[in-house]
Every structure is written in structure tokens, then in C-alpha cells.
């Protein structure tokens, strides 16, 4: 039998940019007069820029200054992102899984050069099959096209998604994947549950001592 495809999220779940992400919203948001509270932007990050400008201010507010918010932040973030580092461990679970017969791919829907920056940080571009960026879906997170794509470009077959946010569960739920989750995006094991993980860790450490358990074992 073949061992399932390794659909690995980015952001939040192998480097630790959730936070820096919620703050470069916000600094977008308020460049434009819409100030948020941090922890409502935070409680999105994981989903796709495209929709989640409306799904914080509303549908007005995307129209007017959709794209203005989303240059904006592309901006605050690119100011930020070096002090971005890759979350412990997230480089050997990507050995772990190889090492295991596992293709992996690694998902994201973040601008090509954020997702070469990560590639460069984790040391990974010889160590994936494959990687998506923004080019490669019509429709970000919590729509299943960032899933399903990665399947296409390893090649098909039974694959296990590992996220961190509630978001990468529900599009891997809709693409009809299994999700693994871990607790480094800042939600709780009871909403990560809820939107259909079937297994949950405290870390990446965690995970790899107990891989076995789970459905990429």
C-alpha cells in the first residue's frame, strides 16, 4: 500500500509567522482607517488574504480597499519577515517523512518569494517533491483548492494534511483529507477538533515522537 502524500502548511505550522502576520494586517488595516483588535485579525490568520480583508470589515470595505489593504500588508509583513525562524523540529519532520516513503509538499498560498524565503529557511528545496504558492489556487483557505493542488502536483493518491489553524482543517475536511494539527497557531485542541482534525500536538517535537500514532505512521 502505498504510504499517504504529506500535505505540510507553512505558515504557523513549520515557521513561526502567525503573529508577525497579525500584526502586519493590522498595521495594513489601520493605514487604511480600519482598526481592528489584534486578536480578532489573529483568529483569521490561516486563511487566505483573498477573503479574509471581508471577512473582517465586511464586504464594503474588501470592495473599496480589498487589494490597497492586501499591498499594504505584503509590505508590513516583507518588513518583518526576517525575524521570522523556522518552529523547532520542522526541518526533521520533513526528513522524518521522507525517510518513511511519504511524498511531501508544502502548502502555502502566500506570495512566491515568501514561500522561496521559507524554502531558504528550512533548508528544504532539495528535501520536498513539491511546494504550492499563490499562483497555484483561484481560491485560498478554508476553500479546498490549496489541498487539492498539492495532491496534483506529487501525482495523486491518499494524502494527510499537518496545519496548525482551524482553516487549514476545514479546506483539507472539504478536499476530503485528514488533518493533523499542532497547538503553534494559537488555537485550542477543541476548535481544532471541531473544524475535523483527527489528532493533535502540543509541537512539531511532539508530533515526530509520536508520528506513529497518527495516520502519517
Not at 494586517?25 to 479574509?52: C, F, K, N, S, T
Not at 519577515?81 to 520542522?90: C, K, R, S
Not at 513539491?130 to 479546498?144: C, H, M, Y
Request: aromatic share 6%.
Amino acid at each position: 500500500m502505498t504510504a499517504p502524500a504529506a500535505i505540510l502548511d507553512i505558515d504557523g505550522t513549520l515557521v513561526d509567522s502567525n503573529y508577525q502576520h497579525a500584526l502586519a494586517w493590522y498595521r495594513a488595516m489601520r493605514e487604511h482607517g480600519h482598526v481592528l483588535p489584534i486578536w480578532r485579525i489573529h483568529r483569521h490568520i490561516g486563511m487566505g488574504g483573498d477573503q479574509l480583508v471581508k471577512a473582517l470589515c465586511g464586504e464594503e470595505v474588501e470592495e473599496r480597499d480589498g487589494d490597497a489593504i492586501r499591498e499594504a500588508e505584503g509590505r508590513h509583513y516583507f518588513a518583518m519577515i526576517d525575524e521570522v525562524e523556522p518552529l523547532e523540529g520542522a526541518r526533521d519532520l520533513i526528513a522524518d517523512l521522507k525517510e518513511s516513503g511519504h511524498r511531501v509538499v508544502l502548502a502555502s498560498s502566500a506570495k512566491p518569494e515568501e514561500v522561496d524565503h521559507y524554502l531558504d529557511l528550512l533548508d528544504a528545496r532539495d528535501l520536498t517533491d513539491d511546494w504550492t504558492s499563490a499562483g497555484d489556487v483561484e481560491q485560498t483557505k478554508p476553500a479546498p483548492d490549496l489541498v487539492q493542488t498539492a495532491i496534483e502536483k506529487i501525482g495523486g493518491g491518499p494524502a494527510v494534511m499537518v496545519g496548525d489553524s482551524t482553516w487549514d482543517c476545514e479546506a483539507a475536511r472539504r478536499a476530503g483529507v485528514p488533518t493533523i494539527a499542532v497547538l503553534t497557531g494559537g488555537f485550542s485542541e477543541a476548535e481544532l477538533r471541531s473544524a475535523g482534525a483527527v489528532a493533535v500536538f502540543g509541537s512539531i517535537v511532539e508530533l515526530r515522537e509520536r508520528l506513529g500514532d497518527t495516520p502519517l505512521g
